[in-house]
Every structure is written in structure tokens, then in C-alpha cells.
């Protein structure tokens, strides 16, 4: 779990930025980023879920599949016209990470009984 926490607290303090340089510069690189689909606000919303691990297994294994999600939307806009930003090296970087919490907290969540079915 600690390199999940570092991971999410590392990806979500890069995403504020992004997403800061985009609301509020009118800086160039920054205006529609397409590395917020990789390196998301919403990463920090996964963090506190990581330290409680069996009394929120199914919110966190459904906030990570959201982020998976939105990583692998990054990789499949790329075929799309319009979305020219070359970030091939992020999404490298970011996609199999995000996968792998996702899957990783899945199979958790299946192998840790809830508090409910106790």
C-alpha cells in the first residue's frame, strides 16, 4: 500500500498543478492538457480510502477503475483528430500504474470480507 500511496499522492499533487495551470494561466502548454486524463485531481480522493482499507474496499476499487478508466480514454483519444498532444512517455508511465492499483485494490476487495457480510 505504500507505493499505491506514493503513486496517488504523487499523481494527484501533478494533477493540481495541470489543472491549476489550465484554470487559472493563459499559458499555452497548459490550456487543454491532455495529461489530466493521467494525472488526475481525483487521485487524492483515493488516498484516504488507502489507509482504511476494509471499511471503504469497494468505493476505493471503484474511484481506482475511474481512473484507470479515464488514463485508458487518454491513450484511446489519441486516434481521435484534434488531440495532437504528444504525451506518449506519460501515458506509458501512467496507464499500466493505474491498471495495476485498479486491479490490485480489486482483487483486495475480494479477498478482505467486509465489515457488512461479517
Known amino acids: 500500500m505504500a507505493l499505491t500511496g506514493g503513486w496517488t499522492l504523487l499523481a494527484g499533487i501533478f494533477g493540481l498543478v495541470l489543472a491549476g495551470l489550465w484554470a487559472f494561466t493563459d499559458h499555452a502548454a497548459a490550456y487543454q492538457n491532455e495529461n489530466l486524463l493521467q494525472l488526475n485531481p481525483l487521485q487524492l480522493a483515493l488516498l484516504p480510502m488507502l489507509v482504511r482499507p476494509a471499511s471503504s474496499s469497494n ?21 481521435v483528430p ?10 506509458g508511465l501512467a496507464l ?3 491498471i495495476a492499483v485498479a486491479g490490485g485494490l480489486y482483487y ?6 467486509s465489515r457488512a457480510s461479517a
Open 96 to 98: 499500466p500504474i493505474h
Open 82 to 91: 484534434g488531440f495532437y498532444q504528444v504525451n506518449g512517455e506519460i501515458i
Open 108 to 113: 483486495l476487495s475480494r479477498r478482505i470480507p
Open 59 to 79: 468505493r476505493r476499487t471503484w474511484v481506482a477503475g475511474f481512473l484507470a478508466t479515464l488514463s485508458l480514454a487518454g491513450l484511446l483519444l489519441k486516434s
